[in-house]
Nanobody
Framework: VQLVESGGGLVQTGGSLTLSCTYSEESNCMMWFRHTAGEEREGVAAISTTGRNPTYVDSVKGRFTLSQDDAKNTLYLHMNSLKPEDTAMYYC??????????????????WGQGTQVTVS
């Protein structure tokens, strides 16, 4: 599965961004991770084809929303009320087993190149 992210950028605190992840084929699990230097990669939001109910890490609940456009083979991460601590490289990942946001990076066999989000 090939994944291509876009949509990152520089935004002020309280602002919004929407990240896009275009995939070559759908997987049972699609997820957004983020990574900052010196920290472990953190799962942010996940959606599984079984149930289709997105799950989110506590720090983004109420601010971030996942959506998926099957016709465009694109997964979106809508980010609102952004905070400086949201600054990170954001990665889209895909895996065969269904998943929730607590899935560990090792489960994923497909990764995008990442898109940088900076909140000032």
């Amino acid at each position: 599965v090939q994944l291509v992210e876009s949509g990152g950028g520089l935004v002020q605190t309280g602002g919004s961004l929407t990240l896009s992840c275009t995939y070559s084929e759908e997987s049972n699990c699609m997820m957004w991770f983020r990574h900052t230097a010196g920290e472990e990669r953190e799962g942010v939001a996940a959606i599984s084809t079984t149930g289709r109910n997105p799950t989110y890490v506590d720090s983004v609940k109420g601010r971030f929303t996942l959506s998926q456009d099957d016709a465009k083979n694109t997964l979106y991460l809508h980010m609102n009320s952004l905070k400086p601590e949201d600054t990170a490289m954001y990665y889209c990942a895909a895996a065969s087993p269904p998943c929730t946001v607590v899935a560990v990076p090792g489960v994923f066999n497909s990764w995008g190149q990442g898109t940088q989000v900076t909140v000032s």
